[in-house]
């Protein structure tokens, strides 16, 4: 059963997203460091569409270091919700000071979120808002949930994933550059599919001025894995061609096809798993803006 809007099988991602989650987790706690800093002493802090948990694990930890405070966690999903919740719990419970935290299952493109949650001191919402039918809504929305003086943080758009090598000796080179073609016209068309899905005009710094929020700027952060990879960066180049072809294969040539095949086959000595020349070089864009005192 879908709970979303986009008919994203989100369950069926968690693997890949804790797998992820780990790698990212030194990047992800500076990032955690540098948010709750903006943030007053026992804070109030939500993550919506927090995926495994990651990023609000590092937000736990930040304010555990600072106070303490709350970490809220939205999602509409209740498998995700739900194993996001209980591994912030897991992870408070060393903390030095107090760190409470909250599950709400709910649309953040629905009018109840507003109604469950406010005075909220930092919105975190990464990669979600991209799947609600209309994201300045969206985004309007989330800055309702702020008190004032609190900051809204988006992560939107950076760099697609690189993983590849250019020739893999499998099928034609260039096979990670089709694939990004692909996996951006699978993007276009499941926003354009979402009932009542609107077009954003403009870029993310803008939308946030336009929800009314002040101080406005981005910036960006590097996941750089090189090759060889460890266990864990091989298993997630695999979630991550697995994801692209599932969502993507279609659009490709039949070669391409069949070269996904045998690349996603742990039989096959061909199996992207096994090769020590995979890597995972990427980059995120965290656009941010504070609601106006008073
Ligand atoms: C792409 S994942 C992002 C996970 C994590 N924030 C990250 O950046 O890695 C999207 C998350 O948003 C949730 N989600 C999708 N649509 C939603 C909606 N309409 N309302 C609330 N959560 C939603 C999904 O269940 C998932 O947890």
Not at 170 to 175: A, D, K, Q, R
Not at 212 to 234: H, N, Q, T
Not at 243 to 249: D, I, K
Request: include cysteine; hydrophobic fraction near 45%; proline fraction near 6%.
């Amino acid at each position: 059963m879908t709970h979303t809007h986009d008919g994203i099988d989100w369950p069926s991602r968690l693997a890949a997203f804790r797998r992820i989650d780990e790698l990212q987790e030194p990047v992800m706690r500076t990032v955690a460091e540098r948010l709750i800093e903006l943030t007053p002493a026992r804070a109030t802090v939500a993550d919506i569409g927090p995926g495994a948990g990651g990023m609000s694990t590092a937000l736990a930890m930040a304010m555990g270091k600072r106070g303490g405070g709350t970490v809220v966690l939205v999602d509409a999903v209740p498998e995700l919700l739900s194993a996001s919740a209980e591994q912030v719990r897991r992870a408070v419970t060393s903390l030095p000071e107090q760190v409470d935290v909250r599950a709400i299952r709910v649309d953040a493109a629905s009018d109840e979120l507003t109604s469950l949650l406010s005075d909220v001191d930092l919105v975190w919402a990464s990669r979600v808002v991209h799947h609600l039918p209309d994201q300045q809504d969206g985004i309007n929305r989330l800055t309702r949930l702020l008190a004032p003086g609190g900051w809204l943080a988006i992560s939107e758009g950076g760099l697609g994933t690189r993983c590849l090598p250019w020739d893999l000796g499998v099928g034609e080179p260039g096979l990670g550059d089709r694939l990004e073609a692909a996996g951006a016209a699978w993007f276009a068309d499941m926003r354009s599919g979402m009932p009542g899905s609107v077009r954003l005009p403009v870029g993310w710094t803008q939308a946030l001025a336009d929800a009314g929020l002040v101080g406005v700027s981005s910036f960006s952060y590097l996941i750089d894995l090189p090759a060889p990879p460890s266990e864990r960066v091989r298993q997630s180049v695999v979630d991550w061609l697995s994801w692209v072809a599932g969502v993507a294969a279609e659009r490709l040539g039949e070669a391409d096809q069949a070269a996904l095949v045998r690349l996603l086959d742990p039989d096959d000595p061909a199996f992207v798993g096994a090769r020590d020349d995979v890597f995972i070089l990427t980059a995120s864009t965290i656009h941010l803006g504070r609601k106006i005192s008073g």
